[in-house]
Structures are given as structure tokens and as C-alpha cells.
């Protein structure tokens, strides 16, 4: 659990590093000791705080959007599999090591359908993640007109994000396919 804790803090600080103080490595270590003695579901929302604070150091009015959008995703994932936890960590860790097909290639061969509701939670977190890094965060000079764009852009790119939506549908394909593989009856003779 600790080498798990360390991989999803370690790569939250390197795709949206802003707060120094939480980059340093005595920070991830400590936030990885405190991940190993959790629930998967307690560190899920260890990470989403830790992200949200480096968002907020980046740009804080944006930072109240994502936390928006977290605490959503965040009930979802509490309420309908909350022992799948891991899955939402490991979706966008996977998906800066390239190969995050490997999900749902496990899931399902270990977990049921219902697992596709944190995988698209793993694949949402990412993809919100890289368009918060594709928007400007200037904030000093901006009126409230200028928040409001700001705000609708963000929305409208993850909503418009025919990739994340695509990435969602091939990961309830492949988990299905795997899950009905798994429980069909083979004769060996």
C-alpha cells in the first residue's frame, strides 16, 4: 500500500505540481505513510485534497470547480463501489505510464460490472486534470465575466471531450467482455 501511496502522490505532484511545499519528498513520504495505513476509499480522498490544494495554489477561483466536480465523483465512487478505490488511483497513474488499458483488463477478471463506475471516475480525473493544464490561470486581473468564461470553458471541454468518452466506452467493452469471459463454463475433457 505504501509503494501505491507514493506512486499516486508522487505522480498527482509531478502532472499538477503547484504547492512546493507538497512536492518535496519528505511531503510525499509522509502523505504516502499516511495513505498505507488508510481505507482505498480514505485515500482517494487524501489524493483528491492533495490535488485540490496545488489546483488552488495555481489558480484558487478554478479551484472551487474541480472540488465540485471531486466531491461528485467522490459520492459516486462511496456509494457504489467503495472497494474499488485503487481503481480511480490507478486510472491516471496509468495513463502517464501509457498503458492504461491494464485496468480494465483486470477489473474484469476480478470485480463485476459495476467496476466501469470507478474506472470512469479514474478516466474523468484525468482528463480534468489535463484540461485545468491546458486553460490560462491568470486570475489577477480577471472580473467576474472573465471567471464565468472561465468556468464554462473548463465545463465545456470536458463535457466536449469526445476522447474521454471514448476512453470510457472501450473500458465498459473490455470489462464486460473480460467479466463474461471469466463466467462462461468450459468442459475440459
Not at 507538497?22 to 495505513?37: D, H, I, N, Q, R
Not at 464486460?176 to 469471459?181: D, K, S
Amino acid at each position: 500500500k505504501f509503494i501505491i501511496a507514493f506512486a499516486v502522490f508522487h505522480s498527482i505532484n509531478k502532472a499538477i505540481g503547484h504547492h512546493e511545499m507538497l512536492m518535496s519528498l519528505p511531503a510525499e513520504l509522509l502523505l504516502s505513510l499516511l495513505g498505507t495505513f488508510t481505507p482505498s476509499i480514505l485515500l482517494v480522498l487524501l489524493a483528491a485534497v492533495v490535488s485540490l490544494v496545488h489546483v488552488y495554489v495555481a489558480s484558487p477561483l478554478l479551484s472551487i470547480l474541480v472540488a465540485i466536480i471531486m466531491i461528485i465523483l467522490y459520492c459516486f465512487i462511496a456509494r457504489f463501489s467503495g472497494k474499488y478505490g485503487y481503481v480511480v488511483l490507478a486510472v491516471p497513474i496509468l495513463f502517464l505510464l501509457k498503458i492504461p488499458y491494464v485496468v480494465p483488463l483486470i477489473l474484469g477478471l476480478i470485480a463485476t460490472p459495476m467496476a466501469i463506475i470507478p474506472a470512469s471516475c479514474g478516466v474523468i480525473v484525468y482528463r480534468l486534470f489535463v484540461v485545468i493544464s491546458n486553460v490560462a490561470l491568470v486570475e489577477e486581473s480577471m472580473g467576474i465575466e472573465d471567471i464565468l468564461l472561465m468556468y464554462i470553458d473548463v465545463i465545456d471541454r470536458l463535457l466536449a471531450d469526445k476522447q474521454m468518452l471514448i476512453t470510457i466506452g472501450v473500458f465498459f467493452i473490455i470489462i464486460l467482455a473480460m467479466y463474461l469471459m471469466r463466467k462462461l463454463s468450459i468442459e475440459y475433457v
